[in-house]
């Protein structure tokens, strides 16, 4: 039997190559680990330039029509897409939360005035934060306490976000608000757009490990938010927050196992070059996490043709956010055991690749964190695909 994609398929890849070829700015580069992809300012002029150009040539979201920053592609091509992009390491935004969450969120739930927000979402023009997580809801996101008071036809606002990514250089926040404090918790929650520049907002910047900034605390204190500003029912948020993270999970496997196969070539490169490669304990290490992340390709294959056939999120999603996430510190806590005492130093000189390993390593841990812990990943997985009983 004789696989291959067929000349659709083969069409749709040859242009994206050419595109990407001709198009693609060179700092798209350097962005292969988590390390890497750092820089100072929160989205660089390069990286809004090259999300537009994505949008206008119909390669931002394939599968999305033109005026949406596609090009009507088939979930084959956009899985083509998705490889294409992460084989080479070339990211499609350095802000997700967007063209990720805000714009299908809109798209499903929004009036139609919201949705015409959609596009510039999509093209990077107006950066969006997600204000969800709270100092007191997290994991437990239904316990969010940030209050709208309906007062006319406005929502007053007073409360706290906190890990909001992206709040410091956003024109505006999907924020989710306790509405009806009398409702049982998953039930009086509302999801508002507010404008970042609305009197009463305060965003305080968080410094990360690595010495950048790139999510804050927010504020928020008597802020006036118009009532067509509602999205959906009005403490009808909950569905909404289901719906955006099931957005989020559903393409981000690709990057991840993707990056996941570099961080496997890049460890053999660094066995040579430290003249270990004959060691057999890295040698299984390594062969260990080739062999990993091969399954985990397996899995998100698995996963997709079941998100393709009922386009909603699978179960598998959730065990590739835990896995990928987790596989991926490991890997990378490999890369410093495997250059002895200056593995866990970020030296230019003594370290490894400028300290790519032990950088990667720390920042790493931020993905066992953001969009759901590793361990309500787990419980996701007991419950919804093991059919265990929640736990007492
Ligand atoms: C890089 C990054 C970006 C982020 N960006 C955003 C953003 O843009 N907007 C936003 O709203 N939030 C954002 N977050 C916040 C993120 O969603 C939360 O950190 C996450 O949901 C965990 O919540 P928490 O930090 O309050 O931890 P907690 O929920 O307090 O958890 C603390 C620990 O207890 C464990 N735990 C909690 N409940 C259970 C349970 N039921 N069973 C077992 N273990 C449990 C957790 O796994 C964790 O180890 C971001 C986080 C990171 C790291």
């Known amino acids: 039997m004789h696989l291959d994609w067929g000349p659709e398929v083969d069409a749709f890849r040859a242009e994206l190559v050419a595109f990407l070829d001709e198009h693609a700015p060179p700092e798209t580069r350097s962005q292969r680990d988590y390390a890497m992809g750092s820089h100072e300012e929160v989205v660089p002029q390069w990286a809004r330039d090259w999300q537009a150009t994505l949008f206008d040539h119909g390669w931002m ?14 979930s084959v091509q956009t899985l083509v897409y998705l490889e294409e992009m992460s084989a080479r390491g070339i990211p499609r935004s350095l802000h997700f939360p967007g063209y990720a969450i805000v714009a299908p969120s809109l798209l499903d739930f929004g009036t139609p005035a919201q949705q015409e927000l959609v596009p510039a979402a999509i093209r990077g023009d107006t950066i969006w934060c997600i204000g ?3 100092p007191n809801a997290g994991s ?3 316990n969010l ?15 706290q976000k906190v890990w909001t990514s992206y ?4 024109g505006k926040c999907c924020l989710y608000v306790r509405t009806d404090p009398a409702a049982p918790k998953h039930q009086g929650i509302s999801l508002l757009i507010v404008d970042m520049d609305t009197p009463g907002i305060d965003v305080r910047p968080l410094t990360h490990i690595n010495g950048n900034a790139d999510f804050a605390e927010v504020f928020f204190t008597d802020v006036e938010v118009p009532v067509a500003n509602l999205v959906g029912e009005l403490n009808g948020g909950w569905r909404i927050t289901q719906g955006s993270l099931a957005h989020e999970r559903a393409g981000l496997w690709v990057e991840a196992v993707a990056r996941l196969e570099q961080t496997v070539t890049g460890l053999v490169d660094l066995a040579h070059r430290r003249g270990i490669a004959q060691d057999p304990t890295v040698r299984r290490a390594i062969a260990k996490g080739y062999q990993q992340a091969a399954s985990l390709r397996a899995l998100g294959y698995k996963g997709f043709t079941s998100f393709a056939a009922r386009g909603t999120s699978a179960p598998e999603h959730s065990y590739m956010k835990l896995a990928t996430s987790e596989l991926g510190t490991s890997l990378y806590e490999l890369g410093m055991e495997i250059q002895g005492a200056y593995g866990p130093v970020i030296d230019e000189e003594r370290s490894e ?10 920042v790493s841990f931020a993905n066992t964190i953001a969009g759901g812990t590793s361990e309500i990943q787990r419980n996701i997985i007991a419950q919804r695909v093991l059919g265990l009983p929640r736990s007492a």
């Not at 690749?353 to 720390?362: D, M, Q, T």
């Open 167 to 170: 709040a410091m250089v956003a």
């Open 61 to 74: 979201i394939p599968g999305y029509p033109p005026e949406r920053g596609g090009r009507n592609a088939s």
């Open 132 to 134: 969800m997580s709270e």
């Open 145 to 159: 306490q940030t209050r709208a008071v309906l007062d006319g036809d406005r929502f007053v606002v007073n409360g």
């Open 140 to 142: 437990d996101l239904a």
């Open 353 to 362: 690749e400028a300290g790519r390993w032990a950088l990667s390593f720390f």
